[in-house]
């Protein structure tokens, strides 16, 4: 269980980013996911040398790819520009915000003692837990690599289409189709691992009747939406499958 944790872990660590295509806009943010990832991967044997050394070569994989795709433009950190909260005309407003929601915080911590603290320490040393998680992460993440790679010649083909009604309704399909498919792959994997099938074929059901694509959208539109949630269901089941034998469950 100790290994399906750390690979599982350090895999999301390195598929978040790249699936959320951080590594050319936002280095930073980036980086400070996989440090997330990989330490909460490996935080219950952080007094072992093997996991560390594990946590630091996803760290400079993940550095390594962040050059490798680095864009022409400047480099930017990619965290969000702070300079308004602490200048301008509504610097007291925002800060008396901030120090109520510390207040807020420090008394929820409170209330919730003992119990939420043992509870919490115990989430994160259970290694099924993050086994679980990190494959829901590749699933979800993982998964609209999967689904990109894909759909690109078909969305090469909607990009080429002369200008007019069609291209335009196909275009704006297209536009919603990562959010959907980040929410379709996190529930079909969750349903999986849960062993409810039945459950992730309503979700298939219920999408194609909420997205399916109508004629004035064209063939190209009905290819992108076939191919996406073929992916989307792969990643997933793939994911839950993997995961499941992991913490020694049935695959189906």
Known sequence: METARVFFGLAAALVVPLGLDWQRSRPGPAALVVLICSTYAVFPYMDRVRPWAALCATALVA???????????????????????????????????????????????????????????????SDRAAVIVSAWLIAVFGGGMLAKSATKPVRHEIEALEEGPQRSAAMEFMNGGPTIGRLERGLLF?????????????????????RVPSAEHGKHASE?????????????????????????LPVL
């Open 190 to 210: 969750a349903f999986l691992a849960a062993g409810r099938p039945e459950a992730a074929a309503l979700v298939l059901a219920a999408k194609s009747l909420a």
């Open 224 to 248: 992108y939406f076939l191919i996406g949630t073929l992916a989307s269901v792969i990643a997933a089941l793939t994911m839950s499958m993997a995961a499941r034998s992991a913490v020694g």
């Open 63 to 125: 550095l390594g790819v962040s050059f490798w795709q680095r864009s022409e433009d400047p480099w930017r950190s990619g965290f969000p520009d702070i300079r308004a909260w602490v200048s301008g005309p509504l610097v007291a407003p925002r800060r008396l915000g901030l120090a109520v929601l510390a207040a807020a915080l420090l008394l929820s911590a409170w209330t919730a003692g003992e119990r939420t603290t043992s509870l919490l320490q115990k989430f994160l040393e």
